[in-house]
């Protein structure tokens, strides 16, 4: 018997989500029931997972659960970037070796292949699912460098980029802040709140039983596994862990798994005048040439026209984040806001927030059957929305007993190496974070 050990804790209020319509009432697991399968975790891999299992099975009961509302986890705290393209947060321009990136190009493409078959079939709209590319923004010289550096890479790689100068830059942005840009075509940019919503939504309608508000206390194996809530509890045969970091909470890979809280915050909604003021595109979204750097979005769609900041990492193995950093990176989105759109003076911040990734430090998933019938979708290493949806979709072929070479592949990897005790791993860590935002420079 496992007593889950921690309970999801989010700071800050979820900006995508709280733009949105209200929800529903949410629908807590309060009865004893018996599913087919079960999975834990309603964000990118645990819907991933579901709705893979939906085609598979579809006379199966599948019952999901999650700690908290729909997309107020991680899953609706993220920048909202599905990534094709090499993204190594550890390297200075996001590439690694060429046969590596290969593989990890056609992984990540087929998990956007997959989340495109969600939206169709979920007829998420196109401001919440948007395949339209994205830019690597260099603020200065050495971000510059950075993306000249990523264009060779690429290159080398066969694929597909057009670099922007500062005027092309100002027109699409409407800031002169920037010196360059680098544009991909094949990052779909998503309002994750309202994408996990909608395919959630979607797929209730299939039959799929989506219970939030019911966090599992304890998960036992017998014949069958069973999970507790704090209302309920559920047996099923086959589970999928899709709690990323959270792998640790229910006993898996101890020492393994770096916890790391990213930061975000986003502006009331533009009045007409300060709209017309920026200029530029309406919708766009911009990497850092330096991973470190800040990654700038701008929206219009529900909610109004918006701009979000995202920048600064903290690692953090309680995965817990108390309300004065919040604050202290708070100041921080607000000079790096200032400094990108001066036109925009009086503009306040209306949410902030932090988000939990789950990093190792080889940059491996935790993937795989952990125990007998139990399956971890886990580490999505920064890029939550591309590998959950991958390793969502791989977990439920691998429970389902299907193979292809893709999961083989997936399954070949290693799994996450051992990080250094504490406290040196939360010393380290920090002190290379913190090194990486200093020389991040104007990328900040």
């Given at each position: 018997?496992?007593a889950?050990t ?7 209020p979820a900006g995508?989500n709280a ?6 009432p949410?629908?807590r ?10 999975i834990?975790g309603a964000g ?7 709705h893979?299992?939906?085609e598979?099975h579809?006379?199966d009961r599948?019952v ?11 899953a609706g705290?993220?920048?909202g970037f599905m990534i094709?393209?090499p993204?190594d ?5 996001y590439?690694g070796?060429l046969?590596?990136?290969r593989?990890?190009?056609a992984?990540n ?5 997959f989340?495109?078959?969600m939206a169709?079939r979920?007829d ?6 948007d395949?339209?590319?994205k830019?690597n923004?260099a603020?200065?010289a050495k971000g ?19 670099l ?7 027109a699409?942005?409407g800031t002169d802040?920037?010196?360059?840009g ?7 940019m998503?309002q994750?709140?309202a994408?996990?919503?909608g395919v959630?939504?979607g ?7 989506i219970?939030e508000h019911s966090p599992?206390l304890?998960?036992?194996r017998?014949?069958l ?5 704090p209302?309920?509890?559920?047996t ?12 640790n ?9 770096a916890?790391?809280?990213?930061y975000a915050?986003?502006?009331r909604?533009?009045t007409?005048?300060?709209v017309a003021?920026l ?9 850092p040439a330096d ?7 701008r929206?219009s769609?529900?909610?109004g026209h918006?701009?979000?900041i ?5 690692y ?6 108390g309300?004065?950093?919040i604050?202290?990176v ?8 200032a400094a990108?759109?001066?036109?925009l003076y009086?503009?306040?911040m ?6 939990r990734l789950?990093?190792?430090?080889n940059?491996?998933?935790?993937f795989?059957?952990v125990?007998?019938g139990?399956y971890a979708?886990?580490?999505q ?7 959950g949806t991958l390793h ?8 389902s007993d ?6 083989d592949?997936?399954?070949?990897a290693d ?7 504490e406290?040196f791993a939360?010393?380290?860590?920090n002190a290379?974070?913190?090194?990486g935002?200093?020389?991040?420079g104007r990328e900040?």
């Open positions: 018997m496992t889950v921690r309970l999801p804790r989010d700071p800050g995508w733009i949105l319509a209200d929800q529903a949410p629908t697991l309060e009865d004893h029931i018996q599913a087919e399968w079960l834990i990118f891999a645990g819907l991933a997972a579901a893979r299992l939906a598979l579809p006379t599948i999901v659960l999650d700690g908290r509302r729909l997309a107020e986890g991680p705290r993220n920048s094709d393209l993204h947060l550890a390297s200075e321009d590439g070796g046969d590596g990136d593989t990890t190009l992984q493409r087929a998990a956007i292949s989340a495109t078959s169709t979920y998420i709209p196109r401001w919440a699912f395949p339209c590319g830019m923004a603020a200065g510059h460098k950075h993306n000249l550096d990523f264009a060779k890479h690429l290159a080398a790689l066969g694929e597909e980029f057009t922007y100068d500062a005027a092309k830059m100002q699409i942005t802040y920037y010196q360059s680098l544009f991909t075509p094949g990052t779909v998503l994750p709140a994408f996990v919503r959630a939504h797929l209730r309608d299939r039959g799929v039983e219970y599992v304890q998960l036992k017998g014949v596994w069973s999970a507790k809530t209302l309920g509890s559920i099923a045969p086959k589970v999928i862990l899709a709690v990323n970091g959270h792998a909470s229910f006993g898996h890979f101890k020492g393994r798994l916890h790391v809280f990213t915050s986003m502006t909604a533009l007409s005048q300060e003021r200029g530029g595109q309406a919708d766009w979204g911009a990497t991973p470190l750097g800040t990654t700038v979005r929206i769609g529900p909610g918006r701009i979000v995202r920048n600064r990492a903290t953090d193995p309680t995965m817990m984040v309300d004065k950093r604050a202290a708070g100041a921080t989105h607000k000079r790096s806001f990108r759109f001066p036109m009086g503009v306040d209306e949410f902030c927030w932090g988000g789950c990093l190792s430090r940059s491996a998933a935790a795989g059957e125990d007998r139990l979708a886990c580490c290493n920064g890029l939550g929305t591309t590998k969502g979709m791989l977990a439920a072929d691998l429970a299907r193979s292809s070479a893709l999961l592949q997936v399954l070949a799994g996450p190496s051992r990080l250094p005790p406290p939360w010393l380290g860590a290379l974070m913190r090194w935002e200093f020389r991040a900040l």
